[in-house]
């Protein structure tokens, strides 16, 4: 039922999703929408808990195969970048939330700052912790490891961006030029000089 609402409200908008589109695509009665949910308000919001709840066990789960001693660091983070995109940005999941982003932020303010609270700010903390770790172990050097890891996340999908506006799934290839690129940028800026 969720997944039938993800996908309508990402194709609708919320103002242009009804209960009854939603009923009709999850197969359903709306009666037992109404049992479930109280309201539309309220299936947005259990939407957007349901797909951050799978992204976060996701993330994390790729997080757990950071590379903590790197044989190559540059390949390494490369391996590390592609796993994320293809795994947490690219997949259905991240299309939902980012369309509903999109489309919803605006006026559901407070729905997507819990959001951000409970995802995206989680996961640039435990991000930035491993990052910390490189630089104590000594391959990076940091001045402040929470940004760092903002601009990791940024660099590694910012050339997928067109691809991810358009609804599009990028390549295996486009997935690893643009790891490859961010990794390399992101080296530039801290790895540490022998």
């Known amino acids: 039922m969720l997944d039938a609402a993800a996908s309508v409200f990402c194709r609708e908008g919320f103002a242009g999703a009804n209960i009854d589109l939603i009923a009709a695509e999850a197969g359903v009665s709306r009666q037992t929408i109404y049992n479930h ?60 939330l980012r369309k509903l982003l999109q489309s919803e932020a ?51 999908n910012a050339d997928l961006q067109m691809h991810l506006i358009l609804g599009e799934q990028p390549t295996g290839a486009e997935l690893e030029t643009a790891s490859a690129n961010a990794i390399r940028t992101f080296l530039r800026a801290y790895a540490r000089r022998t």
């Open 106 to 156: 605006q006026r559901h303010p407070q729905l997507f700052s819990e959001w951000r609270k409970e995802g995206p700010s989680r996961i640039w903390a435990a991000l930035a912790a491993r990052l910390a770790r490189l630089a104590h172990a000594g391959w990076l050097e940091l001045d402040d490891p929470d940004l760092a890891a903002r601009q990791f996340l940024a660099l590694i």
């Open 37 to 96: 949910h109280k309201d539309k308000e309220s299936l947005l919001a259990a939407v957007v808990s349901e797909i951050s709840g799978r992204c976060n066990a996701r993330a994390f789960a790729v997080l757990d195969t950071f590379p903590d001693r790197p044989q190559d660091l540059q390949a390494d983070l490369t391996a590390f970048a592609i796993r994320f995109n293809r795994n947490c940005i690219c997949d259905r999941d991240g299309q939902f």
